[in-house]
């Protein structure tokens, strides 16, 4: 699908910034591991970027303040998540040179990385600094990589994170538009007939995805036949979901986040906090409510009418919600 790096890309002479968005899935999370299809969207109002610019010291040096680090590369462990893509970048490069020879005669690279996406939140932060770091990394180093090179890397990093991913944040973050994901299948982008609104409230508890989806692959171990059902309800809303963002329907998402939900808490993996935000954006006139992402903490995603959709916020502030972003899901 043509040149990657869909987000925002800055380059000057010795500099390069990019910038990835955060995500959210609509419908279908859990399921979509188990090979039934998810609706996931980019949210701009957060973001990863990455700033490369060049260095007269050696080596490659990593800024992150987020998370108070600052190392030469070769000090951390392979299995670092931000050496690992650093890594993953440049083995298929075979020239032991290739770094000095794209940087012209200068030593090495200063790489910062700063994120506004809140960490293990059902965001996509990690599968955003990974696909702002490869497209850098592409950028600066002046070694174009396409959509699906980008989006497999990227993946290959989210095993890191998460343990068994389905690939729907790395994907949806990479291409940076609305994204119908099925796992082992074609990506295929979708188009929003008419724009709708979300707000997105965040329980501020953190909630790695590794650990719930583990903990729904022990459930569905033991009872496959069960599980296999659930799946398939979901997979069957996720494409009702579809239709009805295809065709401009998008008030009629509501009943379907409403399903959703009551089949993310069978599979255990709600909690209270997401529950109240639910019952509390539905009080305060939201159509439909779901969690979003992994669960157990993290965001939930209310469908609402753009003018109440400050009504709807408030009432989630006023639950617990530690944060809220109002979004407009469009092409």
């Not at 990019?18 to 279908?28: D, E, T, Y």
């Not at 490659?60 to 030469?72: K, S």
């Not at 299995?79 to 040179?97: R, T």
């Not at 009432?315 to 407009?328: D, F, P, Q, W, Y």
Request: contains cysteine.
């Amino acid at each position: 699908m043509g040149i990657g790096c869909a987000g925002r890309l800055l380059s000057f002479p010795g500099m390069t910034s990019v910038s990835a968005p955060g995500k959210i899935i609509l419908f279908g999370e859990h399921a979509v591991v188990y090979g039934r299809p998810a609706l996931a969207v980019p949210v701009t109002q957060v973001h990863a970027d990455v700033e490369i610019s060049d260095s007269s010291k050696d080596g490659i040096w990593i800024d992150a303040p987020d998370i108070h680090l600052h190392a030469e590369l070769n000090s951390l462990p392979s299995d670092h998540p931000l050496a690992a893509v650093i890594h993953k970048f440049f083995a298929p490069l075979s020239s032991p040179h290739f770094l000095k020879e794209k940087m012209g005669g200068q030593r090495g690279v200063e790489i910062k990385i700063t994120s506004t996406i809140p960490v293990a939140s059902g965001l996509g932060s990690g599968a955003a600094v990974s696909v702002a770091l490869i497209c850098a990394l592409s950028s600066h180093l002046s070694h174009p990589m396409t959509n699906e090179q980008v989006n497999a890397l990227a993946y290959e990093i989210e095993k890191i994170h998460h343990g068994t991913p389905s690939g729907i944040d790395n994907t949806v973050i990479t291409y940076a538009k609305p994204v119908y994901f099925v796992k082992g299948q074609p990506i295929e982008i979708f188009r929003v007939g008419k724009p709708f609104t979300v707000v997105i409230g965040d329980t501020g508890i953190s909630a790695p995805t590794k650990e719930a989806v583990g903990d729904v692959c022990v459930l569905w171990e033991a009872d496959k036949a069960r599980w296999e059902k659930v799946f398939d309800k979901i997979g069957e809303i996720a494409k009702k979901a579809k239709e009805k963002i295809e065709n401009g329907e998008s008030e009629e998402l509501g009943e379907l986040m409403n399903q959703n939900h009551a089949l993310l808490q069978e599979m255990t993996v709600s909690s209270q906090e997401l529950d109240q935000f639910v019952e509390a954006a539905r009080k305060a006139g939201a159509w439909g409510a779901k969690l979003s992402g992994g669960g157990r903490g993290g965001n939930m995603i209310a469908l609402v009418k753009p003018e109440i959709a400050e009504t709807v916020a408030g009432s989630l502030k006023e639950a617990g919600a530690k944060n809220t972003i109002i979004t407009t899901i469009n092409s």
